[in-house]
């Protein structure tokens, strides 16, 4: 017989002790191995936490890091813990792609850094690949993989912005050049130059948009011919249109079979948000791939009315109408303009149309945009302007490999239950059931009492 | 054996109301959760056919039934653990049982898988209703599968930890609300956690749970809790084994 003394009481206890611990570092050794070498598959039928065919392709061919910064508060107080909705989304690319990597930065902690990375909205994304970045402000899977793709793309696309008649420059800082705009443009893998028309005599064949922001002079008549013989052989433009006279470019808005109104735009409704009554909200878009999702409020200053008038040769879309409670002010402006029903235009009025139409096996396209202060360095900063700018030349630029991604089917999106069977289906299972289990408990519970 | 003790231990548990109130409630439970989802659903489900990727009808009514099937069994575990091992302390009844010529891992585990048939009969009761809506069209299967697997792990964590805390003491009492204490800290573990990349997340059972309950296999949340039930029926077989040396 052992006596237990002292001692080998407290023998046991190493003993037992060191057996404990030999046992957790055993588990958490294997719960590291588990989590280093952690794979997910996806069991549901409906594939709910996968990647589309589309996208799997996309995200392979990323060669190199990316990284996902997103600027969020803890709480959202409409959708809650946003952090976790956008970490379980971007977590079925992590399956796909290890080296994603996912961080948070809360604009309230770190206003600076939130600044410094240009960001607006709560939950906005910065995703950043080699040295460019694109911004999203909302997630779905398509705009996601989308980003990831124009991020994706090696050559840069040329842009050529017109210059010699005192248009908007893309590198300028005054106040009505469109420098902002030229950043954003060259961070999102664009590259813009000038073209003078004056001494190249040619728009280059490699330019994917041509951009004529808002000419000050008049174009001399070779100019023109050059811009139309360009339009002619298929090229994509952005013309941005302010109040003035066309300056030489009416045989352009002929080819495009476009009416520019004379007048500008004045929106009461701008007036009550504490706007000059001459910024146009846009607030109505078009179907368009241009404005899909688009749901921010764009600024449209000074802007003038563009009419498409229907054709066989273009394809248009009015993308924004403003204006539904304002008019086309043909007469002076002054502090409080008034609706003169003889001159006047009731809104809501265009003051953008997307041209398309398909020349060589491909799609031709031009956007026009009866308001060249709409990208200016003072207002791009308006609404979702730089947003709204960046779909148009992106869409401009032809991102034809932009994809869609099918919305998949879900197996069981439908359920048909007639009455009858839904009845029985709550008086078996919400009483007949939950009875049965309290009788039999009941008896057993008598029937062991009396015994 | 450990058969024999798993049909004992079962035996016991249907012969007191106990087990019988618990599955009526629970039953009751469910079906209310699911009733009220499948009349969400089917109000809902025009509408749901409008927007790009919606969730199907298992995603809807299914998928809470079994989160609120964890919640249930989280506060029914210490209730039922309580009373396998401290009551046998209590009552002498356990100095017999490891002086019995039986192993005490064949004592430990027939009292785990006692419990767990049992708590798997309550799950069949959540199968059960899922499986009801197949009268009204398909369903996804797979997502069904892997929240069984989910909520069978699942229990079995509870179980074991529930049977380890029940080791130590000798008043239910005790036993039940630490064993409910504990699991309500792993429980909400991630909660405290306010940095995403956290450590301490990786020990919150909901979020291992909550990865099944979207159809998805993590292999980690599967190791995870293989490991965390394995490390607490040897902490019980342990501890026996040392009360069965010196009293």
Same mark, same amino acid.
């Given at each position: ?5 002292? @001692? ?8 037992n002790g060191?057996?404990v611990?030999?046992l957790l570092?055993?588990v ?5 191995? +588990? ?18 065919? +589309? ?101 840069? @696309? ?24 030229? @950043? ?9 130059? +000038? ?57 352009? +808005? ?163 239950? @007639? ?33 | ?8 231990e079962?035996?016991?548990l249907?012969?007191?109301?106990l087990?019988?109130?618990f ?27 409008? #927007? ?9 009514? #299914? ?7 964890s919640l249930v069994l989280l506060v029914a575990t210490p209730l039922l653990t309580m009373r396998l091992m401290a009551e046998e302390w209590r009552n002498?009844t356990m ?6 010529? #039986?192993?005490?891992?064949?004592i430990v585990?027939?009292k785990f898988?006692g419990l767990m048939?049992f708590f ?34 699942l229990a079995a964590c509870f179980i074991s930890i529930g049977l380890y805390i029940s080791s130590l003491t000798s008043h239910p009492a005790i036993a039940a609300v630490g064993t409910l204490g504990i699991l309500l800290v792993l429980w909400i573990a991630?909660v405290v ?7 301490i997340?990786?020990f919150s059972l909901l979020?291992?749970?909550?990865? *099944?309950?979207?159809?998805? #296999?993590?292999? *980690?949340?599967?190791? *995870?809790l293989?490991?965390f039930i394995l490390t607490f029926l040897i902490l019980t077989i342990r501890r026996l084994d040392g009360k069965?040396?010196?009293?």
């Open positions: 017989m052992i006596t237990v003394n002292k @001692k080998l009481r407290l023998h046991l206890l190493l003993q060191l057996f611990v030999l570092v055993l958490s050794m294997l719960g590291y191995l +588990a989590f280093e070498f952690r794979t997910q598959w996806d069991i549901s039928q409906n594939n709910r936490n996968s990647l589309s065919k +589309a996208s799997l392709d996309v995200v392979q061919k990323l060669n190199g890091p990316v990284m996902v910064t997103v600027y969020a508060t803890h709480q959202d107080p409409q959708l809650g813990d946003i952090r976790k909705i956008i970490s379980d989304f971007i977590v079925a690319y992590q399956r796909i792609k290890p080296d994603l990597t996912l961080n948070f930065i809360d604009p309230i902690e770190q206003p600076h850094l939130a600044e410094e990375a240009g960001v607006r909205m709560n939950g906005e994304m910065v995703i950043a690949f080699n040295d460019r970045s694109e911004h999203l402000t909302t997630i779905n899977e398509q705009t996601f993989t989308n980003a990831l793709m124009r991020l994706a793309r090696s050559d840069q @696309k040329q842009l050529m912005i017109l210059s010699g008649h005192g248009e908007r420059k893309l590198d300028g800082i005054a106040n009505r050049d469109m420098g902002d705009f030229g @950043k954003k443009l060259t961070e999102n893998g664009f590259r813009g130059e +000038a073209l003078n028309l004056a001494s190249t005599m040619e728009i280059p064949s490699n330019t994917s948009v041509l951009i004529i922001a808002s000419p000050q002079t008049d174009l001399m008549a070779g100019e023109v011919d050059i811009l139309l013989d360009y339009i002619e052989r298929g090229g994509n433009l952005l013309w941005l249109v302010d109040q003035e006279s066309l300056y030489g470019l009416l045989p352009l +808005a002929e080819k495009l079979d476009l009416t520019f109104t004379p007048g500008v735009v004045v929106d009461p409704q701008a007036k009550r948000l504490r706007a000059p009554i001459t910024f146009a909200l846009g607030t109505i878009y078009g179907q368009h791939a241009i404005t899909e999702d688009f749901d921010f409020i764009s600024v449209f200053p000074f802007a003038r009315q563009i009419i498409f008038n229907e054709n066989e040769k273009w394809q248009g879309t009015s993308l924004v109408e403003v204006a539904p409670e304002g008019w086309v002010e043909t007469g002076e402006l002054n502090d409080a303009p008034t609706f003169n029903e003889t001159d006047d235009v009731a809104g809501p009025v265009s003051v953008a149309v997307a041209l398309k139409r398909t020349i060589d096996e491909r799609e031709q396209r031009i956007v026009v945009v009866g308001s060249g202060h709409l990208l200016a360095n003072t207002y791009l900063g308006n609404g979702g302007n730089i947003d709204f700018g960046m779909n148009l030349v992106n869409w401009l630029a032809g991102d034809e490999d932009l994809i869609t991604i099918q919305p998949r089917a879900t197996i069981d999106s439908q359920l048909i239950l @007639k009455e009858p069977a839904l009845t029985v289906m709550v008086i078996s299972f919400l009483i007949v059931l939950p009875l049965l289990f309290l009788v039999s408990g009941i008896m057993i519970w008598w029937h062991r009492r009396r015994r | 054996m450990i058969l024999t003790i798993a049909s004992k079962l035996k016991l249907f012969v007191s109301p087990a019988w109130t599955l009526a409630l629970i039953q009751l439970m469910l079906t209310w959760v699911f009733l009220g989802q499948l009349d969400a659903f089917l109000e809902l489900q025009s509408q749901l056919m409008q #927007i790009a990727n919606p969730p199907g009808a298992t995603e809807v009514i #299914i998928v809470p039934v079994f989160a609120v099937a002498h100095t017999l049982l490891i002086s019995a010529p #039986i192993s005490l891992t064949a585990l027939g898988l048939i798997l009969l309550a799950m069949l009761l959540a199968v059960m209703l899922s499986l009801s809506l197949l009268i009204g069209g398909a369903m996804d299967l797979g997502l069904l599968l892997s929240n069984m697997i989910g909520l069978s792990l991630d956690a306010t940095n995403t990349s956290s450590v997340q990786n979020r291992h749970y909550e990865s *099944f309950n979207r159809g998805l #296999i993590d292999s *980690f949340s599967l190791a *995870f293989v490991l069965r040396l010196h009293g």
